[in-house]
């Protein structure tokens, strides 16, 4: 059965300082990759997408993720965090065979000064 | 252009009292989701639809029912609610149901049940 697991439950991070979330997927193929981004008190709002090619994607506001196939990977990474980023972050993994959409768990993001 | 609304956004109910709570999505979408969220567990799908008057069971349906009369409208109904409902409730509509295609989510509704 497909999975998603973001293994970092709450993260803490300087204002400024790089931004490493992880995730991971279990699926037979390659799966459609997704993050998505919720703000508090907000519904959820995409981040980027993966569907094939160019393994590393550009997203909006600044966040960029990458596609390691050998590690069943999709991290999302961001160079400089600002303190609008603290919010909840999702990975998720759709099944390109059909309809099936699958989140993960959710990674917190606190940022402080 | 509002996207996707939800009505109420919060709510507190008694057990084995009911309620529905109303999606309504402006950019004709064809496909609409009710999810929930829980600490720890991510979204699960609760029942989706693929067009107006057609509705399917998610990962997890039981205690909900649906109802989608109208394309813009999806309607998430708790016929006798238990304190497992106790949720946020999302709602969500996409153009097309392949998995390929972004979801665009309401707000979401804070349900309590006690």
């Known amino acids: 059965a497909q999975s998603v697991t973001q293994p970092d439950i709450h993260i803490t991070v300087s204002e400024g300082a790089s931004l490493e979330l992880r995730c991971n997927y279990s699926?037979?193929?390659?799966?459609?990759l997704f993050w998505y981004v919720q703000s508090p008190g907000q519904g959820l709002q995409l981040l980027l997408k993966?569907?094939?090619?160019?393994?590393l994607v550009q997203g909006i506001k600044g966040f960029e993720a990458e596609f390691k196939r050998s590690q069943s990977s999709f991290n999302l990474r961001k160079p400089s965090v600002h303190w609008s980023d603290a919010a909840e972050y999702f990975c998720?993994?759709?099944?390109?065979?059909?309809?099936?959409?699958?989140f993960g768990t959710g990674t917190s993001l606190t940022v402080i000064p | 252009n509002a996207g996707v609304t939800q009505t109420p956004k919060f709510r507190v109910l008694k057990t084995g009292q009911s309620m529905t709570l109303l999606c309504a999505q402006d950019?004709?979408?064809?496909?609409m989701y009710w999810y929930r969220q829980d600490p720890g567990m991510g979204l699960r799908l609760i029942h989706y639809?693929?067009?107006?008057?057609?509705?399917a069971k998610g990962e997890v349906p039981d205690g909900y029912n649906v109802s989608r009369l109208k394309k813009q409208n999806f309607l998430l109904g708790l016929e006798s609610a238990a304190p497992s409902q106790t949720s946020v409730y999302f709602c969500?509509?996409?153009?097309?149901?392949?998995?390929?295609?972004?979801?665009?989510f309401g707000p979401g509704t804070r349900l309590t049940v006690t």
């Open positions: 969500a509509s996409s153009y097309s149901i392949r998995s390929s295609y972004e979801q665009y």
């Open positions: 699926y037979g193929a390659t799966p459609y």
């Open positions: 993966y569907f094939s090619g160019d393994t």
């Open positions: 998720a993994v759709g099944d390109p065979t059909g309809n099936q959409f699958y």
């Open positions: 950019m004709n979408h064809e496909y």
């Open positions: 639809s693929v067009g107006e008057g057609t509705t």
